[in-house]
Protein backbone atom coordinates (compact mmCIF):
# COMPACT_ATOMS: atom_id res chain seq x y z
CA UNK A 1 0.00 0.00 0.00
CA UNK A 2 2.40 3.08 1.10
CA UNK A 3 1.42 6.44 1.75
CA UNK A 4 -0.75 8.01 -0.24
CA UNK A 5 0.99 10.78 -2.27
CA UNK A 6 -0.56 14.01 -2.02
CA UNK A 7 0.52 15.88 -5.09
CA UNK A 8 0.32 20.02 -4.08
CA UNK A 9 -1.35 22.59 -6.26
CA UNK A 10 1.24 24.55 -7.85
CA UNK A 11 0.17 28.11 -6.67
CA UNK A 12 -1.59 30.43 -9.58
CA UNK A 13 -2.06 33.98 -9.96
CA UNK A 14 -4.61 35.85 -8.90
CA UNK A 15 -6.04 36.48 -12.68
CA UNK A 16 -5.88 32.93 -13.48
CA UNK A 17 -7.74 31.88 -10.42
CA UNK A 18 -10.51 34.12 -11.25
CA UNK A 19 -10.74 33.42 -14.85
CA UNK A 20 -11.14 29.55 -13.20
CA UNK A 21 -13.41 30.75 -11.12
CA UNK A 22 -16.00 32.64 -13.55
CA UNK A 23 -15.26 29.75 -16.02
CA UNK A 24 -17.11 27.03 -13.70
CA UNK A 25 -20.00 29.53 -13.36
CA UNK A 26 -20.46 30.11 -17.40
CA UNK A 27 -20.03 26.19 -17.71
CA UNK A 28 -22.70 25.54 -15.40
CA UNK A 29 -25.04 26.35 -18.34
CA UNK A 30 -24.71 22.79 -19.17
CA UNK A 31 -26.99 21.50 -15.63
CA UNK A 32 -29.52 23.70 -17.66
CA UNK A 33 -29.49 21.71 -21.07
CA UNK A 34 -28.90 18.44 -18.65
CA UNK A 35 -32.18 18.92 -17.40
CA UNK A 36 -33.77 20.18 -20.66
CA UNK A 37 -32.92 16.49 -21.49
CA UNK A 38 -34.46 15.00 -18.55
CA UNK A 39 -37.78 16.86 -18.27
CA UNK A 40 -38.64 16.17 -22.09
CA UNK A 41 -37.83 12.69 -20.98
CA UNK A 42 -40.52 13.48 -18.39
CA UNK A 43 -43.02 14.30 -20.76
CA UNK A 44 -42.52 11.88 -23.37
CA UNK A 45 -44.46 8.60 -22.20
CA UNK A 46 -43.38 6.91 -25.83
CA UNK A 47 -40.08 6.84 -24.72
CA UNK A 48 -40.53 4.06 -22.39
CA UNK A 49 -39.22 0.80 -22.64
CA UNK A 50 -40.24 -1.61 -20.04
CA UNK A 51 -42.75 -3.99 -20.71
CA UNK A 52 -45.46 -5.04 -18.52
CA UNK A 53 -44.39 -8.85 -18.93
CA UNK A 54 -47.04 -11.41 -17.34
CA UNK A 55 -49.79 -8.67 -18.69
CA UNK A 56 -48.65 -8.13 -22.52
CA UNK A 57 -47.60 -11.91 -23.06
CA UNK A 58 -49.57 -11.67 -26.09
CA UNK A 59 -48.75 -8.92 -27.38
CA UNK A 60 -44.98 -8.87 -26.54
CA UNK A 61 -42.71 -9.60 -29.57
CA UNK A 62 -39.38 -10.46 -28.94
CA UNK A 63 -36.39 -8.32 -30.75
CA UNK A 64 -35.21 -10.12 -34.07
CA UNK A 65 -32.60 -10.66 -32.96
CA UNK A 66 -32.56 -12.16 -29.61
CA UNK A 67 -31.28 -15.47 -29.21
CA UNK A 68 -33.66 -17.92 -27.58
CA UNK A 69 -33.20 -22.02 -27.49
CA UNK A 70 -31.53 -23.27 -31.28
CA UNK A 71 -34.17 -24.95 -33.48
CA UNK A 72 -33.98 -26.78 -36.57
CA UNK A 73 -35.24 -24.70 -39.93
CA UNK A 74 -37.78 -26.68 -41.53
CA UNK A 75 -39.78 -26.62 -44.69
CA UNK A 76 -43.76 -27.18 -44.40
CA UNK A 77 -43.47 -31.22 -44.76
CA UNK A 78 -40.56 -31.16 -41.72
CA UNK A 79 -37.13 -31.17 -43.55
CA UNK A 80 -34.48 -30.41 -42.82
CA UNK A 81 -31.32 -28.84 -44.48
CA UNK A 82 -28.83 -30.96 -42.06
CA UNK A 83 -25.94 -32.85 -43.49
CA UNK A 84 -25.04 -34.79 -39.83
CA UNK A 85 -21.77 -32.91 -41.03
CA UNK A 86 -21.27 -32.50 -37.15
CA UNK A 87 -19.30 -29.11 -37.33
CA UNK A 88 -21.85 -27.44 -34.89
CA UNK A 89 -21.06 -30.62 -32.19
CA UNK A 90 -17.49 -29.35 -32.37
CA UNK A 91 -18.53 -25.47 -32.38
CA UNK A 92 -20.61 -26.05 -28.72
CA UNK A 93 -18.26 -25.13 -26.41
CA UNK A 94 -20.10 -26.63 -23.27
CA UNK A 95 -21.14 -29.80 -25.49
CA UNK A 96 -24.72 -29.46 -25.65
CA UNK A 97 -25.70 -30.58 -29.13
CA UNK A 98 -25.00 -34.21 -30.00
CA UNK A 99 -25.61 -35.21 -33.57
CA UNK A 100 -26.41 -38.46 -34.04
CA UNK A 101 -25.86 -39.73 -38.05
CA UNK A 102 -27.50 -42.76 -39.54
CA UNK A 103 -27.58 -44.42 -43.09
CA UNK A 104 -30.27 -44.11 -45.21
CA UNK A 105 -31.50 -46.41 -47.73
CA UNK A 106 -28.64 -45.67 -50.39
CA UNK A 107 -25.79 -46.07 -47.56
CA UNK A 108 -25.51 -42.56 -47.06
CA UNK A 109 -24.51 -40.71 -44.08
CA UNK A 110 -27.48 -38.64 -42.39
CA UNK A 111 -29.40 -37.36 -39.88
CA UNK A 112 -30.62 -39.74 -37.53
CA UNK A 113 -31.68 -37.42 -34.30
CA UNK A 114 -30.67 -34.28 -33.63
CA UNK A 115 -29.53 -34.20 -29.31
CA UNK A 116 -29.86 -30.83 -28.03
CA UNK A 117 -29.37 -30.18 -24.26
CA UNK A 118 -30.84 -26.76 -23.12
CA UNK A 119 -30.15 -26.90 -19.77
CA UNK A 120 -26.26 -26.91 -20.37
CA UNK A 121 -26.78 -24.41 -23.79
CA UNK A 122 -25.47 -20.67 -22.95
CA UNK A 123 -27.38 -19.08 -26.02
CA UNK A 124 -23.62 -18.01 -27.45
CA UNK A 125 -25.19 -18.66 -31.23
CA UNK A 126 -21.98 -20.19 -32.20
CA UNK A 127 -23.43 -23.56 -33.45
CA UNK A 128 -25.37 -21.32 -35.65
CA UNK A 129 -22.29 -19.14 -36.53
CA UNK A 130 -20.82 -22.18 -37.80
CA UNK A 131 -23.43 -24.36 -39.86
CA UNK A 132 -22.47 -24.55 -43.00
CA UNK A 133 -25.59 -24.91 -44.52
CA UNK A 134 -28.04 -22.41 -42.38
CA UNK A 135 -29.62 -25.64 -40.95
CA UNK A 136 -30.23 -24.40 -37.54
CA UNK A 137 -31.37 -20.98 -36.08
CA UNK A 138 -32.07 -19.23 -32.57
CA UNK A 139 -35.37 -18.91 -31.75
CA UNK A 140 -37.31 -16.45 -30.72
CA UNK A 141 -38.71 -18.13 -27.44
CA UNK A 142 -37.65 -16.66 -24.18
CA UNK A 143 -39.85 -18.54 -21.75
CA UNK A 144 -37.31 -21.34 -21.23
CA UNK A 145 -37.97 -22.71 -17.93
CA UNK A 146 -39.53 -26.10 -17.34
CA UNK A 147 -40.70 -28.02 -14.23
CA UNK A 148 -39.12 -31.33 -15.30
CA UNK A 149 -35.05 -31.57 -15.94
CA UNK A 150 -36.38 -34.12 -18.67
CA UNK A 151 -37.64 -31.36 -21.15
CA UNK A 152 -34.38 -29.84 -21.40
CA UNK A 153 -33.23 -32.39 -23.60
CA UNK A 154 -34.94 -32.55 -26.85
CA UNK A 155 -34.69 -33.71 -30.22
CA UNK A 156 -34.94 -30.90 -32.67
CA UNK A 157 -35.04 -32.89 -36.19
CA UNK A 158 -38.74 -34.65 -37.30
CA UNK A 159 -37.35 -36.26 -39.93
CA UNK A 160 -34.56 -37.82 -40.67
CA UNK A 161 -32.03 -35.77 -42.98
CA UNK A 162 -32.42 -35.83 -46.92
CA UNK A 163 -28.43 -35.53 -46.74
CA UNK B 1 -51.75 31.30 36.58
CA UNK B 2 -51.40 33.16 33.37
CA UNK B 3 -53.82 32.59 30.87
CA UNK B 4 -52.89 34.57 28.13
CA UNK B 5 -51.43 31.39 27.11
CA UNK B 6 -54.71 30.49 25.82
CA UNK B 7 -55.45 33.45 23.69
CA UNK B 8 -55.76 32.80 20.42
CA UNK B 9 -53.33 33.84 17.88
CA UNK B 10 -55.06 32.78 14.47
CA UNK B 11 -59.36 32.82 13.88
CA UNK B 12 -60.66 30.18 12.38
CA UNK B 13 -64.53 29.11 12.05
CA UNK B 14 -64.13 25.65 13.56
CA UNK B 15 -61.13 27.33 16.72
CA UNK B 16 -63.86 30.02 17.49
CA UNK B 17 -67.07 27.70 17.52
CA UNK B 18 -65.24 25.47 20.11
CA UNK B 19 -63.99 28.86 22.32
CA UNK B 20 -67.21 29.86 22.42
CA UNK B 21 -69.04 26.75 22.87
CA UNK B 22 -66.95 25.33 25.68
CA UNK B 23 -67.02 26.80 29.00
CA UNK B 24 -63.68 26.03 30.35
CA UNK B 25 -61.12 28.40 28.24
CA UNK B 26 -58.83 25.28 29.10
CA UNK B 27 -60.20 22.56 27.47
CA UNK B 28 -61.11 24.69 24.48
CA UNK B 29 -57.32 25.26 24.23
CA UNK B 30 -57.03 21.47 24.64
CA UNK B 31 -59.25 20.61 22.05
CA UNK B 32 -58.16 22.96 19.36
CA UNK B 33 -54.39 21.69 20.26
CA UNK B 34 -55.52 18.15 19.68
CA UNK B 35 -57.20 19.44 16.27
CA UNK B 36 -54.05 21.09 15.18
CA UNK B 37 -52.04 18.08 16.05
CA UNK B 38 -54.26 15.93 13.87
CA UNK B 39 -54.31 18.53 11.13
CA UNK B 40 -50.65 18.52 10.96
CA UNK B 41 -50.30 14.66 11.20
CA UNK B 42 -52.60 14.18 8.43
CA UNK B 43 -50.85 17.01 5.81
CA UNK B 44 -47.29 15.05 7.12
CA UNK B 45 -48.09 11.73 7.03
CA UNK B 46 -50.82 12.13 3.99
CA UNK B 47 -47.50 13.68 1.98
CA UNK B 48 -45.37 11.27 2.84
CA UNK B 49 -46.98 8.74 1.64
CA UNK B 50 -47.90 10.44 -1.88
CA UNK B 51 -44.49 11.83 -1.97
CA UNK B 52 -43.04 8.41 -1.96
CA UNK B 53 -44.99 7.09 -4.96
CA UNK B 54 -44.55 10.28 -6.90
CA UNK B 55 -41.03 10.37 -6.14
CA UNK B 56 -40.38 6.60 -7.41
CA UNK B 57 -43.11 7.59 -10.99
CA UNK B 58 -40.91 10.72 -11.43
CA UNK B 59 -38.14 8.58 -11.32
CA UNK B 60 -39.20 5.96 -13.53
CA UNK B 61 -40.23 8.36 -16.10
CA UNK B 62 -36.91 10.56 -16.03
CA UNK B 63 -35.63 7.04 -17.02
CA UNK B 64 -37.86 5.67 -19.39
CA UNK B 65 -39.35 3.28 -17.25
CA UNK B 66 -42.53 2.81 -15.60
CA UNK B 67 -42.12 2.62 -12.15
CA UNK B 68 -44.67 0.45 -9.61
CA UNK B 69 -47.57 -0.61 -11.86
CA UNK B 70 -48.44 -3.52 -10.10
CA UNK B 71 -50.15 -2.81 -6.99
CA UNK B 72 -53.63 -0.76 -7.36
CA UNK B 73 -53.90 1.79 -10.47
CA UNK B 74 -50.26 2.61 -11.45
CA UNK B 75 -48.84 1.04 -8.31
CA UNK B 76 -50.57 3.60 -6.28
CA UNK B 77 -51.46 1.45 -3.11
CA UNK B 78 -47.47 0.07 -3.61
CA UNK B 79 -46.38 2.62 -0.77
CA UNK B 80 -49.15 1.58 1.50
CA UNK B 81 -47.77 -1.69 1.26
CA UNK B 82 -43.99 -0.57 1.70
CA UNK B 83 -45.01 1.36 4.89
CA UNK B 84 -47.00 -2.06 6.35
CA UNK B 85 -43.81 -4.03 5.28
CA UNK B 86 -41.35 -1.80 7.46
CA UNK B 87 -43.78 -1.26 10.30
CA UNK B 88 -43.97 -5.56 10.90
CA UNK B 89 -40.22 -5.83 10.83
CA UNK B 90 -38.23 -6.63 13.62
CA UNK B 91 -36.59 -3.87 15.41
CA UNK B 92 -33.27 -3.86 16.58
CA UNK B 93 -30.02 -2.61 17.41
CA UNK B 94 -26.61 -3.20 16.15
CA UNK B 95 -23.98 -5.06 18.84
CA UNK B 96 -22.20 -1.83 21.04
CA UNK B 97 -24.67 0.82 19.49
CA UNK B 98 -25.81 3.72 22.03
CA UNK B 99 -29.10 2.50 22.18
CA UNK B 100 -30.79 5.14 23.94
CA UNK B 101 -29.28 7.87 21.33
CA UNK B 102 -30.16 4.86 18.26
CA UNK B 103 -33.32 4.97 19.03
CA UNK B 104 -33.76 8.84 20.24
CA UNK B 105 -31.83 10.17 16.74
CA UNK B 106 -34.83 9.60 14.05
CA UNK B 107 -37.33 11.18 16.84
CA UNK B 108 -35.33 14.03 17.18
CA UNK B 109 -35.09 14.24 13.24
CA UNK B 110 -38.55 14.04 12.63
CA UNK B 111 -39.47 17.26 14.98
CA UNK B 112 -37.81 19.38 12.74
CA UNK B 113 -40.39 19.19 10.14
CA UNK B 114 -43.20 18.96 12.19
CA UNK B 115 -42.57 22.19 14.20
CA UNK B 116 -42.08 23.92 10.52
CA UNK B 117 -45.35 22.54 9.47
CA UNK B 118 -46.81 24.29 12.78
CA UNK B 119 -45.80 27.73 11.37
CA UNK B 120 -46.70 27.59 7.64
CA UNK B 121 -50.12 29.40 6.21
CA UNK B 122 -51.58 27.18 4.56
CA UNK B 123 -54.80 29.60 4.14
CA UNK B 124 -55.78 32.94 5.28
CA UNK B 125 -56.75 31.38 8.64
CA UNK B 126 -55.07 27.87 8.55
CA UNK B 127 -51.86 28.16 10.61
CA UNK B 128 -51.67 26.24 14.03
CA UNK B 129 -49.07 29.12 14.76
CA UNK B 130 -48.52 33.00 13.51
CA UNK B 131 -45.31 33.41 15.28
CA UNK B 132 -44.03 37.27 14.44
CA UNK B 133 -40.30 35.42 14.63
CA UNK B 134 -41.28 32.62 12.21
CA UNK B 135 -38.17 32.55 10.02
CA UNK B 136 -35.53 32.78 12.77
CA UNK B 137 -37.68 30.09 14.50
CA UNK B 138 -37.71 27.85 11.48
CA UNK B 139 -33.98 28.56 11.27
CA UNK B 140 -32.96 27.71 14.87
CA UNK B 141 -35.70 24.68 14.69
CA UNK B 142 -33.91 23.17 11.20
CA UNK B 143 -30.87 22.48 13.45
CA UNK B 144 -32.50 19.55 15.06
CA UNK B 145 -32.19 18.04 11.70
CA UNK B 146 -28.45 18.25 11.90
CA UNK B 147 -29.15 16.93 15.37
CA UNK B 148 -30.60 14.20 14.07
CA UNK B 149 -28.33 12.74 11.75
CA UNK B 150 -25.44 13.47 13.42
CA UNK B 151 -26.68 11.42 16.50
CA UNK B 152 -27.96 8.98 14.52
CA UNK B 153 -24.44 8.25 12.63
CA UNK B 154 -22.80 8.34 15.84
CA UNK B 155 -25.25 6.04 17.73
CA UNK B 156 -24.65 3.64 15.44
CA UNK B 157 -21.33 2.16 15.84
CA UNK B 158 -20.67 1.11 11.94
CA UNK B 159 -17.70 3.43 10.26
CA UNK B 160 -20.12 3.98 7.57
CA UNK B 161 -22.36 5.34 9.46
CA UNK B 162 -19.81 7.90 11.16
CA UNK B 163 -18.89 9.34 8.05
CA UNK B 164 -21.90 9.81 6.57
CA UNK B 165 -23.40 11.67 9.78
CA UNK B 166 -19.84 13.76 9.59
CA UNK B 167 -20.40 14.32 6.40
CA UNK B 168 -23.92 15.29 6.94
CA UNK B 169 -23.22 17.72 9.78
CA UNK B 170 -20.51 19.89 7.80
CA UNK B 171 -23.06 20.00 4.79
CA UNK B 172 -26.06 21.11 6.21
CA UNK B 173 -24.21 23.43 8.93
CA UNK B 174 -22.40 24.82 5.73
CA UNK B 175 -25.74 25.58 3.74
CA UNK B 176 -27.76 26.26 7.01
CA UNK B 177 -26.15 29.98 6.20
CA UNK B 178 -26.77 30.28 2.86
CA UNK B 179 -30.74 29.55 3.30
CA UNK B 180 -30.44 31.76 6.13
CA UNK B 181 -29.39 34.61 4.19
CA UNK B 182 -31.58 34.00 1.68
CA UNK B 183 -34.75 33.76 4.15
CA UNK B 184 -33.36 36.94 5.66
CA UNK B 185 -33.15 38.37 2.15
CA UNK B 186 -36.79 37.50 1.93
CA UNK B 187 -37.83 38.88 5.69
CA UNK B 188 -35.54 42.16 4.92
CA UNK B 189 -37.96 42.88 1.51
CA UNK B 190 -41.34 41.74 3.11
CA UNK B 191 -40.56 43.53 6.15
CA UNK B 192 -41.64 41.11 8.73
CA UNK B 193 -40.68 37.59 9.88
CA UNK B 194 -43.90 36.44 10.03
CA UNK B 195 -44.77 33.96 7.31
CA UNK B 196 -48.60 35.36 7.04
CA UNK B 197 -47.27 38.99 6.30
CA UNK B 198 -44.86 37.56 4.37
CA UNK B 199 -47.30 35.84 2.58
CA UNK B 200 -50.15 38.70 2.15
CA UNK B 201 -46.99 41.25 1.78
CA UNK B 202 -47.13 39.26 -1.82
CA UNK B 203 -51.04 40.41 -2.45
CA UNK B 204 -51.51 41.49 -5.49
CA UNK B 205 -51.05 39.94 -9.26
CA UNK B 206 -47.86 37.54 -10.04
CA UNK B 207 -45.51 40.34 -10.41
CA UNK B 208 -46.22 40.56 -7.19
CA UNK B 209 -44.61 37.34 -5.69
CA UNK B 210 -41.03 37.93 -4.06
CA UNK B 211 -39.58 36.16 -7.10
CA UNK B 212 -40.33 39.07 -9.63
CA UNK B 213 -41.31 41.59 -7.70
CA UNK B 214 -37.99 42.34 -6.73
CA UNK B 215 -36.54 43.03 -9.96
CA UNK B 216 -33.85 40.35 -10.97
CA UNK B 217 -32.48 39.65 -7.81
CA UNK B 218 -35.70 38.27 -6.28
CA UNK B 219 -35.18 35.21 -9.26
CA UNK B 220 -31.47 34.90 -8.21
CA UNK B 221 -32.35 34.36 -4.71
CA UNK B 222 -35.13 31.85 -5.76
CA UNK B 223 -32.06 30.02 -7.37
CA UNK B 224 -30.51 30.40 -4.10
CA UNK B 225 -33.13 28.96 -2.07
CA UNK B 226 -33.05 25.77 -4.41
CA UNK B 227 -29.57 25.18 -4.61
CA UNK B 228 -29.08 25.60 -0.59
CA UNK B 229 -32.00 23.89 0.88
CA UNK B 230 -31.71 20.76 -1.60
CA UNK B 231 -28.16 20.93 0.16
CA UNK B 232 -30.01 21.73 3.47
CA UNK B 233 -32.79 18.56 3.14
CA UNK B 234 -29.60 16.20 2.40
CA UNK B 235 -31.55 15.25 -0.85
CA UNK B 236 -29.44 14.54 -4.54
CA UNK B 237 -27.65 15.90 -5.86
CA UNK B 238 -26.48 16.81 -2.49
CA UNK B 239 -26.93 13.81 -0.74
CA UNK B 240 -23.37 13.14 0.17
CA UNK B 241 -25.10 11.87 2.97
CA UNK B 242 -26.34 8.92 2.23
CA UNK B 243 -24.02 8.28 -0.62
CA UNK B 244 -25.33 4.42 -1.58
CA UNK B 245 -22.44 3.88 -3.65
CA UNK B 246 -19.74 5.07 -1.09
CA UNK B 247 -21.07 4.92 2.41
CA UNK B 248 -23.98 1.97 1.69
CA UNK B 249 -26.26 4.81 3.25
CA UNK B 250 -24.77 7.00 5.01
CA UNK B 251 -25.85 7.93 8.86
CA UNK B 252 -29.03 5.13 8.38
CA UNK B 253 -27.17 2.25 7.45
CA UNK B 254 -28.01 0.45 10.82
CA UNK B 255 -31.17 1.08 11.11
CA UNK B 256 -34.46 -1.23 9.84
CA UNK B 257 -38.07 -0.88 10.54
CA UNK B 258 -39.95 1.48 12.14
CA UNK B 259 -37.14 3.50 13.10
CA UNK B 260 -35.42 3.32 9.03
CA UNK B 261 -38.99 4.17 8.18
CA UNK B 262 -39.21 7.62 10.77
CA UNK B 263 -35.73 8.44 8.63
CA UNK B 264 -37.63 8.20 5.71
CA UNK B 265 -40.90 9.80 6.34
CA UNK B 266 -38.65 13.28 7.97
CA UNK B 267 -36.96 13.52 4.58
CA UNK B 268 -40.08 13.59 2.69
CA UNK B 269 -42.23 15.51 5.05
CA UNK B 270 -38.91 18.07 4.71
CA UNK B 271 -39.62 18.26 1.43
CA UNK B 272 -42.67 19.15 2.28
CA UNK B 273 -41.67 21.66 4.73
CA UNK B 274 -38.93 23.17 2.33
CA UNK B 275 -41.44 23.23 -0.66
CA UNK B 276 -44.05 25.34 1.64
CA UNK B 277 -41.27 27.70 2.56
CA UNK B 278 -40.36 28.39 -0.76
CA UNK B 279 -43.60 29.14 -1.67
CA UNK B 280 -44.46 31.09 1.28
CA UNK B 281 -41.34 33.16 0.32
CA UNK B 282 -41.24 33.17 -3.32
CA UNK B 283 -44.16 32.08 -4.71
CA UNK B 284 -47.15 33.73 -2.91
CA UNK B 285 -47.75 30.94 -0.46
CA UNK B 286 -52.22 30.52 -0.42
CA UNK B 287 -52.62 33.91 -2.90
CA UNK B 288 -54.13 33.17 -6.22
CA UNK B 289 -52.14 33.05 -9.27
CA UNK B 290 -54.10 36.34 -10.52
CA UNK B 291 -53.09 38.22 -13.44
CA UNK B 292 -54.39 41.94 -13.46
CA UNK B 293 -57.44 41.11 -15.78
CA UNK B 294 -60.78 41.04 -13.10
CA UNK B 295 -62.80 39.01 -14.61
CA UNK B 296 -60.05 36.45 -14.09
CA UNK B 297 -58.86 37.40 -11.20
CA UNK B 298 -62.07 36.80 -9.43
CA UNK B 299 -62.46 33.25 -10.98
CA UNK B 300 -58.99 32.63 -9.44
CA UNK B 301 -60.19 33.82 -6.08
CA UNK B 302 -63.33 31.78 -5.71
CA UNK B 303 -61.13 28.66 -5.71
CA UNK B 304 -59.59 28.24 -1.93
CA UNK B 305 -56.11 29.35 -0.67
CA UNK B 306 -55.62 25.49 0.18
CA UNK B 307 -55.88 24.55 -3.15
CA UNK B 308 -53.68 27.16 -4.49
CA UNK B 309 -50.89 26.35 -1.60
CA UNK B 310 -50.78 22.88 -2.48
CA UNK B 311 -50.61 23.29 -6.27
CA UNK B 312 -47.26 26.16 -5.86
CA UNK B 313 -45.89 22.82 -3.32
CA UNK B 314 -46.81 20.38 -5.72
CA UNK B 315 -44.58 22.67 -8.44
CA UNK B 316 -42.12 22.95 -6.35
CA UNK B 317 -41.73 19.27 -5.05
CA UNK B 318 -41.76 18.65 -8.92
CA UNK B 319 -38.88 20.87 -9.05
CA UNK B 320 -36.64 19.28 -6.48
CA UNK B 321 -37.39 15.76 -8.02
CA UNK B 322 -36.15 16.42 -11.62
CA UNK B 323 -33.07 18.39 -9.81
CA UNK B 324 -32.77 14.73 -7.79
CA UNK B 325 -32.62 13.01 -10.51
CA UNK B 326 -30.50 14.96 -13.26
CA UNK B 327 -27.70 15.95 -11.30
CA UNK B 328 -24.70 14.23 -10.24
CA UNK B 329 -22.99 14.03 -6.67
CA UNK B 330 -20.27 16.04 -6.88
CA UNK B 331 -17.21 15.60 -3.85
CA UNK B 332 -17.28 16.68 -0.92
CA UNK B 333 -14.64 18.75 -1.26
CA UNK B 334 -16.53 20.27 -4.30
CA UNK B 335 -19.75 20.61 -2.16
CA UNK B 336 -17.89 22.50 0.20
CA UNK B 337 -16.24 24.77 -2.11
CA UNK B 338 -19.38 25.31 -4.31
CA UNK B 339 -21.05 26.81 -0.65
CA UNK B 340 -17.96 29.09 1.05
CA UNK B 341 -16.31 29.93 -2.50
CA UNK B 342 -19.70 30.64 -4.21
CA UNK B 343 -23.08 30.65 -2.80
CA UNK B 344 -22.19 32.78 0.24
CA UNK B 345 -20.13 35.13 -1.46
CA UNK B 346 -23.47 35.61 -3.70
CA UNK B 347 -25.89 35.86 -0.96
CA UNK B 348 -24.02 38.26 0.98
CA UNK B 349 -24.05 40.54 -2.52
CA UNK B 350 -27.55 39.45 -2.49
CA UNK B 351 -28.82 40.72 0.47
CA UNK B 352 -26.75 44.19 -0.09
CA UNK B 353 -28.18 44.48 -3.72
CA UNK B 354 -31.93 44.18 -1.73
CA UNK B 355 -31.23 46.94 0.47
CA UNK B 356 -30.09 48.73 -2.16
CA UNK B 357 -33.02 48.27 -3.92
CA UNK B 358 -35.26 48.81 -1.20
CA UNK B 359 -33.25 51.71 -0.31
CA UNK B 360 -33.88 53.48 -3.65
CA UNK B 361 -37.78 52.18 -4.17
CA UNK B 362 -36.90 50.32 -7.09
CA UNK B 363 -39.19 47.26 -5.08
CA UNK B 364 -42.78 48.40 -4.82
CA UNK B 365 -44.12 48.46 -1.40
Known amino acids: ?163 | MNSSIFIPSVTHPIGDFIRSNVPIPELAFLINAILCIIGICVVAFGAALVLVYVERKVCAHVQCRLGPMRLGFHGCIQTVADTLKLLFKEVYAPDGADKFLFYLAPMVLLTAPFLCLCMIPFDHNLQVANISVGIPLIIAVNGFGVLGILLGGWSSNNKYSLLGGLRSGAQMVSYEISLSLILLFIVMMAGSASLMDITTSQSGTILDWWIFKAPGIGIVAFIMFLISSTAEMNRAPFDIAEAEQELTGGYHTEYNGTAFAMFYLAEYINLVTTSSLATTCFLGGFLPPAIGVAAVDHALAMVPGLIWFFAKVGLMIWIYMMLRWTFVRPRVDQLMALEWKFLLPVNLLLLAAGAVFLALGWVLP
Not at chain 1, 78 to 96: D, F, K, L, Q, V
Open chain 1, 1 to 163: MGTPVIKKEKPISAKEYCKRYFGRILRSWSLVQGLSVTVRYFFEPSRIVTEQYPENKKTLKMHPRYRGRVEMIEDAEGNNHCTACGICERACPNGSINVLATKNIAGKKVLGRYLYRLDSCTQCGFCVESCPFGAIRMNQDFELSRTDKAGFEMILNKKEGQG
